[in-house]
């Protein structure tokens, strides 16, 4: 890739890319060292090192990867990789999940590939028709509400219903906290009050202790599993 291309793409000039590359102890701001990561296909650890190893912990805070002002500001790819790389357990337990069936390519397709490899996948979905959607809908005041959101997922699930490992319930404990796992790594998104998921923070953490953050919240995830219902025991086949 040339200066001036990977400059567009971070949205620099190409002196500042320049310097980069001939002065290795300049380190540029976080969002244009993964800015570059994502389009040259590496890892921050091996463009810039200095920078990894300037953030390494020791204390509970080690398992925090790295954090996002916004959900929409984490690459794209980043969730992919997860995804791909899971083997045993990917759980989406963001209410509605309804922005990964628009930012993942196929996604139904790589998540059926994964169960019949022997992944156990489960979606925890807010219940459409509970009073907390429906508080939470007037709180957010957008035009794409909360149920329809759900229902686009319920139709994007519909074409895994049979296929084993595969499973989803209903739940409303997590209207204000999504959670994402991918086996030993996980991604947290706090809501916050009058924003949408993509408008809200964002954590990737990776399991590093027992008792730690990672398993804090996956012990809230599998509470609220254990209350939910079945997506399809009342649905007949071929309905979301």
């Known amino acids: 890739m040339t200066e001036a291309k990977l400059a567009e793409v971070c949205g620099?000039?190409?002196?500042?890319?320049?310097?980069?590359?001939?002065?290795?102890?300049?380190?540029?701001?976080?969002?244009?060292?993964?800015?570059?990561c994502e389009a040259l296909g590496e890892e921050e650890a091996t463009l810039w090192p200095t920078a990894?190893?300037?953030?390494l912990r020791?204390?509970?805070?080690?398992?925090?990867?790295?954090?996002f002002p916004y959900r929409s500001a984490a690459p794209a790819s980043l969730w992919r990789s997860l995804i791909t790389k899971a083997r045993h357990e990917l759980v989406f337990a963001g209410y509605t999940n309804y922005f990964l069936w628009l930012e993942q390519a196929n996604l139904a397709g790589?998540?059926?590939r994964k169960a019949l490899a022997?992944?156990?996948?489960?979606?925890l979905i807010g219940d459409p028709d509970s009073s907390v959607t429906q508080a939470r809908e007037a709180e957010e005041g957008v035009?794409?509400?909360?149920s329809t959101r759900i229902a686009v997922t319920m139709s994007e699930l519909q074409r895994l219903r049979g296929v084993g490992n595969v499973e989803g319930r209903f739940e409303t404990g997590h209207v204000s906290l999504s959670v994402f796992r991918f086996d030993?790594?996980?991604?947290?998104?706090?809501?916050?009050?009058?924003?949408v998921g993509h408008d809200s923070p964002m954590m990737h953490l990776r399991r590093a202790q027992d008792d730690g953050m990672f398993d804090r919240f996956a012990e809230h995830v599998e509470e609220l599993w254990g209350r939910g219902r079945d997506i399809w025991e009342e649905a007949p086949r071929g309905q979301a």
């Open 12 to 36: 620099v000039d190409g002196k500042t890319v320049n310097r980069w590359i001939v002065n290795p102890a300049r380190v540029p701001r976080a969002r244009h060292r993964w800015a570059a």
């Open 52 to 55: 990894v190893r300037s953030a």
């Open 58 to 67: 020791t204390g509970p805070d080690r398992e925090v990867v790295q954090v």
């Open 110 to 112: 790589a998540l059926r």
């Open 118 to 123: 022997g992944c156990r996948v489960r979606f």
């Open 143 to 146: 035009p794409l509400t909360l």
């Open 184 to 195: 030993d790594e996980m991604i947290v998104t706090p809501i916050l009050a009058r924003r």
